[in-house]
T-cell receptor, first 113, second 112 residues
Framework: GAVVSQHPSWVICKSGTSVKIECRSL??????MFWYRQFPKQSLMLMAT?????????EQGVEKDKFLINHASLTLSTLTVTSAHPEDSSFYIC?????????FGPGTRLTVL | DAKTTQPPSMDCAEGRAANLPCNHS???????VYWYRQIHSQGPQYIIH???NNETNEMASLIITEDRKSSTLILPHATLRDTAVYYC?????????????FGQGTELSVKP
């Protein structure tokens, strides 16, 4: 159980474009979703927390207008990186909360040229 | 949530036990110890968690000291596939689940 998918698994885009990352919990419902990012050789950093149907709560230093999070259903959450720049290149990981435990998606590697 | 301290890296010979230490001297009475690992370019994988008793599952054993200020994750027979970064995290088990805050972890290299 507790299968989480992310799409795409990797994406390359030009600077200034927007990229949407989807996260699905395939066999459970997640009322809460956490989004992390990870730069090379670094640990995971929590970006934001969202509850289904509510606005996301962002960690200090994370721009809410740049990283748009939508958690419209209990099985789908999206993270949109708007006007991406090379410094946004990172590994993005979603983490839905189910059965009072956090599960993790396989991650999406974003490269902005 | 309490902070943890782990050695940045460790080596282990294939087939031997890997013992990964973690210090969490400021842990509170209602905080659990969780272990996750992350194989390169993948999402973290849950290993085990415990409150105060030692725990064992099919992947590993978790030994928590009596004062709960430190713990050790034991992989009994390490294989090359166990090469990963191992994260020790302490958190409160809240109604909605406490968000997991990752430290730097221990990079375990299992060598043939």
């Amino acid at each position: 159980g507790a299968v989480v998918s992310q799409h795409p698994s990797w994406v390359i885009c030009k600077s200034g474009t927007s990229v949407k990352i989807e996260c699905r919990s395939l066999d459970f419902q997640a009322t809460t979703m956490f989004w992390y990012r990870q730069f090379p050789k670094q640990s995971l950093m929590l970006m934001a927390t969202s509850n289904e149907g509510s606005k996301a709560t962002y960690e200090q230093g994370v721009e809410k207008d740049k990283f748009l999070i939508n958690h419209a259903s209990l099985t789908l959450s999206t993270l949109t990186v708007t006007s991406a720049h090379p410094e946004d290149s990172s590994f993005y990981i979603c983490s839905p909360l189910g059965y009072n435990e956090q599960f993790f998606g396989p991650g999406t590697r974003l490269t902005v040229l | 949530d309490a902070k943890t301290t782990q050695p940045p890296s460790m080596d282990c010979a294939e087939g031997r036990a890997a013992n990964l230490p973690c210090n969490h001297s400021t842990i509170s009475g209602n905080e659990y110890v969780y272990w996750y690992r992350q194989i390169h370019s993948q999402g973290p994988q849950y290993i085990i968690h415990g409150l105060k008793n030692n725990e064992t599952n099919e992947m590993a054993s978790l030994i928590i000291t009596e004062d709960r200020k430190s713990s050790t994750l034991i992989l009994p027979h390490a294989t090359l596939r166990d090469t990963a970064v191992y994260y020790c995290i302490v958190r409160v088990y809240r109604n909605q689940g406490g968000k997991l805050i990752f430290g730097q972890g221990t990079e375990l290299s299992v060598k043939p």
